[in-house]
């Protein structure tokens, strides 16, 4: 089969396993286990897929707004004068899935996760945590969170799994999950990843040759980007591939992005460092 045309930020399934082995080593990178990259869709949505059972029992998807606690705990604020709503004060088994918020590409090839367990009905000092959490994803909920006919729940999360796109997927628990921390540099993911493609070829070329195990490499842009290092599409004489690069240093914040990889860059380059 023909390498598909370069560059491009997704490959399809089949071409996913036709890629040009690494002619050089390259250092292993760590990865956004399952429960970082759940814990870190989480905080970048507010909108879901709300999954309930119906009155006749059925299942019943509906779009909602949610907010997230500190452990990443889903908050909803529902009416009964919606179906969902009504379905919760039967069943309390619900999931909610949650997907990229600026999907590139291929819809399928992006990441989401679905948070399965029971909502709990909340009330006292845990109901105030929860409306002031709230309030970020629906500002106008300080309005009508106080009518009658809406509740606010928690979603008691007792199952995870996340799908990164095609061939990436894998299942947390529920204690992992809430010890996982969001990704504290994907807010600035999308900017960095523009940028370097942008501005930046012949850098990711020089990381691809020297750090990237294909010296033979004759393009390379940056497919994804996060706190471990960044992974690229490669095209050799050989064929597409890709490969991952890990940073030196694990990056903290979105502004950390930028050191990583001009540190990548001089490595390449065979600067002191």
């Keep these: 089969m023909a390498a598909p045309a370069f560059p491009t930020d997704h490959i399809a399934p089949a ?37 309930t059972t119906s009155e006749d029992g059925t299942p019943w998807a509906s779009a909602v707004l949610y907010a997230a606690l500190a452990d990443g705990t889903p ?3 529902l009416s009964t004068l919606a179906e969902h709503g009504r379905n919760l004060t039967r069943e309390p088994r619900a ?7 600026d999907p590139v590409g291929d819809p399928l ?12 009905v909340l009330a006292g000092a845990a109901e105030e945590e929860a409306k002031e959490a709230y309030k970020a994803a629906s500002p106008a909920s300080g309005l009508y969170g106080g009518f009658g006919d809406f509740t606010y729940y928690a979603l008691r999360v007792d199952r995870v ?9 894998d299942s947390a628990d529920a204690a992992d999950y809430h010890a996982a921390e969001a990704d504290p540099t994907a807010a600035g993911a999308a ?11 012949q850098n990711l070329l020089d990381m691809v040759r020297v750090l990237g195990g294909h010296p033979d490499a004759t393009e390379a842009t ?20 890709t490969t991952r690069i890990a940073f030196a240093e694990t990056a903290n914040k979105p502004g950390d992005l930028r050191g990583a990889t001009v540190e990548l860059a001089r490595r390449a380059r065979g600067e002191a460092v």
């Design 15 to 51: 071409d996913a396993y036709m890629g040009a082995a690494p002619l050089t080593p390259v250092t292993p990178s760590q990865t956004r286990t399952a429960a970082e990259e759940a814990r870190t869709l989480v905080a970048q949505g507010k909108m879901a897929a709300l999954a």
């Design 109 to 120: 090839d992006n990441g989401r996760v679905t948070l399965a367990g029971r909502v709990e």
């Design 222 to 241: 940056c497919s994804a980007i996060d706190r471990y290092g960044m992974n690229l599409n490669v095209q050799t004489p050989r064929g597409f591939t």
């Design 191 to 201: 900017y960095a990843i523009k940028h370097l493609n942008e501005d930046h070829a």
């Design 75 to 77: 908050i909803l604020c």
């Design 161 to 169: 799994r996340w799908v990164g796109g095609y061939g990436r997927m």
């Design 95 to 101: 999931s909610l899935m949650i997907g990229e918020a």
